[in-house]
């Protein structure tokens, strides 16, 4: 019998089958091959018990993608959500998410939350920062139930995972996706302005008919030791129009003299902020690299 993996906690993973549930173990085969079942796979089931609705997990079928981080499998896009205030964003993890995505080949809808509670220069900020970063950027009031609807829009007929730190908003904006998800929700503490983290697992929720989505636990840093520093300025899209104005071919955009990049900062054509974020990036592993 065949399903999805909607759930995996404490060595169950819990296999919807058409309107079912059914609560599995993973076969020794695996662990023999080192192959972890995902969230999102999609996988042959034997069922022990009809009743209690328990099964064997015995074949896990190909995988369209495989994320790292987080780790599930055969998603169409991400849903990555920063809060536009309370907490402000973090320009640089969220530019770190942004590169582990295209690394993964995977599309990204940059979704800003809590615009009722910003100012508009804060708002022309963020879209001027992200205008340019070669991602569809959208701005939502989840309390407001501001722009949900066309969030459904690119959400439906596709399998999203949703992603972003605590507290902006991921669990309320389910709610509203799929009230039948009961998600719980946490506040933004005062004290420290991140929110306390409510999704302690990645869990598969079907909002209607072939169109999921994935609720993952809140990250609050990334580590990219997967990159190289030379490519890094690959996932800065908006550099790509003036690299062939560097003097220096291969021309890291940092030191080097006559660089298109650097001259199209100074213009205005790019963003200090992103360009400043590709800056730490890359010194983070050259560094790194030393050692």
Known sequence: MQGKIIKGIAGFYYVQ???????????????????????????????????????????????????IRPAVSNVDQALVI?????????????DRFLMMMEKQD???????????????KDLKL??????????????????????????RGLTHGKTT???GPSGVGKSSLMNLLQPDAKMETGEVS??????????????????EEDTFVLDTPGFSSLFIH?????EIKDYFQEFAQYEDQCRFQ????????DCGVKKALEEGKISQIRYDNYVNIYTELKEKRKW
């Open 17 to 67: 089958v058409g309107e079912k549930v059914y609560q599995c173990r993973a076969k020794g085969i695996f662990r023999n091959k080192k192959v972890k079942p995902l969230v999102g796979d999609n996988v042959e089931i034997d069922i022990l018990d009809e009743a209690d609705q328990e099964g064997n997990l015995v074949k896990i079928l190909p995988r369209s993608n495989e994320l």
């Open 82 to 94: 920063f809060a536009a205030k309370n907490p402000n964003p973090n320009y640089n993890l969220l």
């Open 106 to 120: 995977v599309p990204v809808i940059v979704c800003f939350n809590k615009v009722d509670l910003a100012k508009e």
């Open 126 to 151: 963020l879209e001027k920062v992200y205008e340019n970063c070669g991602h569809l950027v959208k701005f939502i009031s989840v309390k407001e139930e501001e722009g949900i609807d066309e969030i």
């Open 161 to 163: 995972v949703l992603a």
């Open 190 to 207: 005062e004290k420290i302005k991140r929110g306390r983290h409510t999704t302690r697992h990645s869990e598969l929720i079907c909002i």
């Open 226 to 230: 997967m990159f190289e520093e030379e």
């Open 250 to 257: 291969g021309c890291s955009h940092t030191h080097e003299p």
